[in-house]
């Protein structure tokens, strides 16, 4: 199985956990996170991930999520086939950032893309390729 993890899932364990929400969303990534080390499940990065990681104003989070990349199965660079994706999904609503993440999932063949972004969640455009998920809601349907 080939996922795909944001930067906003990549950045969850640092978050204050105020909320019950915030809180099961870092345990489940850290799940996630055992999962990968494990090999039983796989994942892509993307130079979408390189830069908004490179952004992080916080030296700790960008440079634990840099180690992430080469535990990376895959990695997608810009190709047009990513770039017409995005396009397409922005036209379906996403942000433009959203929508290159989810092109490089798509592009990827991962059957799964996860995020913490509640906007992305709540607009769950249906792309057949790869579901979009949060890191509880794949925990639960994958039950490893």
């Not at 908004?52 to 840099?66: D, K, L, Q, S, V």
């Not at 959203?98 to 999932?105: F, T």
């Amino acid at each position: 199985m080939l996922i795909y993890l944001d930067n906003c899932c990549f950045n969850r364990p640092f978050d204050d956990p105020w909320s019950m929400r915030v809180r099961l969303e870092a345990e489940a990534k850290l799940h996630i996170q055992e999962l990968l080390r494990r090999g039983t499940v796989a994942f892509a990065w993307s130079f979408m991930l390189d830069f908004e990681n490179r952004a992080n104003p916080f030296r700790e989070r960008r440079e634990t999520i840099t180690g992430w990349k080469a535990a990376a199965a895959l990695n997608i660079g810009w190709s047009e086939p990513v770039e017409e994706k995005a396009h397409a999904f922005a036209g379906r609503g996403l942000g433009a950032a959203d929508a290159i993440h989810v092109a490089c999932a798509v592009e990827a063949g991962c059957s799964h893309f996860l995020t913490t972004d509640r906007g992305l969640l709540g607009k769950r455009p249906p792309f057949s390729e790869t579901t979009i998920l949060d890191p509880v809601q794949f925990v639960k349907e994958i039950d490893l």
